[in-house]
């Protein structure tokens, strides 16, 4: 964090983190193409609304992080 600009440092630690939420997508969607793979399909709809559930955390959480830092930033 910078001491002098506490805002520039927050705004890097939000584009950070809106970062590291769009590089887990591809592993979700990798996670779909294994669900499929069991064979028991009671265990697939479980897992699958699992991931479901995690998907939209991290898609909800993005786009917060996003509203907050719109008004100020061009990242």
């Known amino acids: 964090m910078n001491p002098r600009n506490p805002y520039l440092s927050n705004s890097l630690a939000i584009r950070q983190e809106i970062q590291r939420f769009e590089s887990v997508h591809p592993s979700i969607y990798a996670l779909y ?39 100020a930033c061009n990242y």
């Not at 998907?55 to 008004?71: C, D, Q, T, V």
């Open 33 to 71: 193409d294994l669900i499929e793979a069991i064979p028991d399909m009671l265990i697939q709809q479980q897992i699958r609304e699992h991931v479901v559930c995690i998907e939209g955390l991290s898609y909800g959480s993005m786009i917060i992080l996003k509203l907050i830092l719109a008004p």
